[in-house]
């Protein structure tokens, strides 16, 4: 399955085109005010990013995708459940500023869950939500996700950050989760 459709998405195994429309993502600010390091401040990261992904696919069948708007086809984000040193699956997302607040990251992330159950279902799916970061938050208990464990977050003053996920989780995969990857 390299290509599933949700109402308003349609999720695509990433190819090399993507990474000018993935790159105006990543790149805006408006898309980073939880986490303003991590913004892409060369395409080379984007490409970078979309190599690993597409590496990943051919290793495991399942990685992130490039969502596309159905109704214009145009990219507007990125997003999935990527394999984790095959303990479990990290669902992560990224979408255009344009898009936020309309219930889109729910609609990715559903999808994704789905797909990584339907190709490694005893793993779990766990997802990490940064303090500063309220708005993904409110998508966890969304998609099924309860809090597992809670580290404490740099980015803002250390405060609670939890980990989510679908699943309990062994101490082995919370180890592996907050390994430097």
Not at 17 to 40: C, E, F, K, M, N
Not at 62 to 75: F, G, K, N, P, V
Not at 113 to 135: G, Q, Y
């Amino acid at each position: 399955m390299t290509t599933t459709t949700t109402a308003r998405l349609s999720l695509a195994r990433p190819r090399e085109g993507d990474v000018p429309s993935l790159y105006a993502i990543y790149s805006d600010p408006r898309v980073w005010t939880h986490l303003p390091d991590a913004q892409h401040t060369t395409v080379e990261t984007t490409d970078a990013m979309v190599q690993r992904a597409m590496r990943n696919w051919e290793a495991n069948g399942l990685d992130e995708w490039t969502a596309r708007s159905q109704s214009d086809d145009a990219i507007i984000g990125w997003g999935g459940c990527r394999l984790v040193r095959g303990e479990f699956w990290n669902l992560g997302y990224r979408l255009d500023a344009s898009t936020h607040g309309h219930g889109l990251a729910t609609e990715l992330s559903r999808a994704a869950i789905d797909a990584a159950k339907a190709k490694r279902p005893a793993l779990p799916v766990v997802a990490m939500m940064l303090a500063a970061n309220p708005a993904s938050e409110r998508v966890a208990p969304k998609v099924g996700f309860s809090v597992r464990y809670d580290v404490p977050d740099p980015e803002a003053d250390d405060r609670p950050c939890p980990i989510y996920s679908d699943a309990p989780l062994t101490d082995a995969q919370i180890t592996t989760y907050l390994a430097p990857s």
